[in-house]
T-cell receptor
Framework: KNQVEQSPQSLIILEGKNCTLQCNYTVSPFSNLRWYKQDTGRGPVSLTIMTFSENTKSNGRYTATLDADTKQSSLHITASQLSDSASYICVVINVPAYSGAGSYQLTFGKGTKLSVIP | GAVVSQHPSRVICKSGTSVKIECRSLDFQATTMFWYRQFPKQSLMLMATSNEGSKATYEQGVEKDKFLINHASLTLSTLTVTSAHPEDSSFYIC????????????FGPGTRLTVT
């Protein structure tokens, strides 16, 4: 069964500090992995997309890593800001065997709820 | 670009009534639209996939007669929750895909449904 596990479930950090969120997955066959930011009461917004061959990708203060061998990914946030308070969701995309075009499946993690406090 | 809107953002209805939620792609045509449901502290759960002009494909365990999906155009999909019950109270999120062979989905802002 395809699963995406995220840790920690929640995290509180002081403004200006760094933090790292973890994502472990058992999705196969792997296509790519995405990190989304979801503000409370809003839809998810894409932060990064990691393909099988990519180890690290940055988007401003967000840096995602991927280890396809151990099936782990992390999202590192540097110099946190109050506006970073949100849920961060790890999503792994796979293409089932013998499927037609467009048959991508998305497996969502439960997210890590990050609270940045002054 | 690639903006998806939902209407309404919040709705409260009485048990037994029906509620319609709209999902629109504002600046692109969507080959496919998806409907998700999210309970507190839970993952987004895919309910159904819809392509313009054809019947929606529902995930296992989702009642198609209860959650009616209409995808009338390349920019509009609607989800109607019929005979709503309190357990249908949830956060409903739609997403849209531009290219058939792409996994990229653009999510709407969600609709908070509360059934009293």
């Amino acid at each position: 069964k395809n699963q995406v596990e995220q840790s920690p479930q929640s995290l509180i950090i002081l403004e200006g500090k760094n933090c790292t969120l973890q994502c472990n997955y058992t999705v196969s066959p792997f296509s790519n992995l995405r990190w989304y930011k979801q503000d409370t009461g809003r839809g998810p917004v894409s932060l990064t997309i990691m393909t099988f061959s990519e180890n690290t990708k940055s988007n401003g203060r967000y840096t995602a890593t991927l280890d396809a061998d151990t099936k782990q990914s992390s999202l590192h946030i540097t110099a946190s800001q109050l506006s970073d308070s949100a849920s961060y969701i790890c999503v792994v995309i796979n293409v089932p065997a013998y499927s037609g075009a467009g048959s991508y499946q998305l497996t969502f993690g439960k997210g890590t709820k990050l609270s940045v406090i002054p | 670009g690639a903006v998806v809107s939902q209407h309404p953002s919040r709705v409260i209805c009485k048990s037994g009534t029906s509620v319609k939620i709209e999902c629109r792609s504002l600046d692109f045509q969507a080959t496919t639209m998806f409907w998700y449901r999210q309970f507190p502290k839970q993952s987004l759960m895919l309910m159904a996939t819809s392509n313009e002009g054809s019947k929606a494909t529902y995930e296992q365990g989702v009642e198609k007669d209860k959650f009616l999906i209409n995808h009338a155009s390349l920019t509009l999909s609607t989800l109607t929750v019929t005979s709503a019950h309190p357990e249908d109270s949830s956060f409903y999120i739609c997403s849209a895909r531009i290219l058939l062979d792409s996994a990229e989905q653009y999510f709407g802002p969600g609709t908070r449904l509360t059934v009293t």
